[in-house]
């Protein structure tokens, strides 16, 4: 559990787990774990780990490369917003 208040670690526990400064980014393609120094680090020490954990960045990256696709195949992609929705998270 990854819990910080500027460059504090938060003291708590949840569900049995101690919070810290670690957190880790894509299973696969970077599990090492990161060690986070302040609160503000967090957006890029995951995207550097290839994980995006801005909602609206990540959605639009999803659009662009549906688009893209789509283009390639000279078609109109149909992606409803529930299911941009449900694929973004």
Avoid: C, M, W
């Avoid at 949840?14 to 680090?41: C, M, S, W």
Wanted: glycine share 2%; charged share 25%; hydrophobic share 45%.
């Amino acid at each position: 559990v990854l819990l910080l208040k500027d460059d504090q670690i938060v003291d708590a526990t949840i569900q049995d787990h101690k919070a810290g400064n670690v957190t880790y980014g894509h299973r696969f393609h970077a599990p090492e774990a990161l060690t986070l120094a302040h609160a503000n680090d967090y957006l890029a020490a995951l995207e550097k780990a290839y994980v995006v954990a801005n909602f609206e960045k990540r959605q639009a990256t999803i659009q662009e490369q549906v688009k893209k696709l789509a283009d390639e195949v000279n078609a109109t992609a149909i992606v409803p917003a529930d299911l941009l929705d449900e694929v973004t998270s």
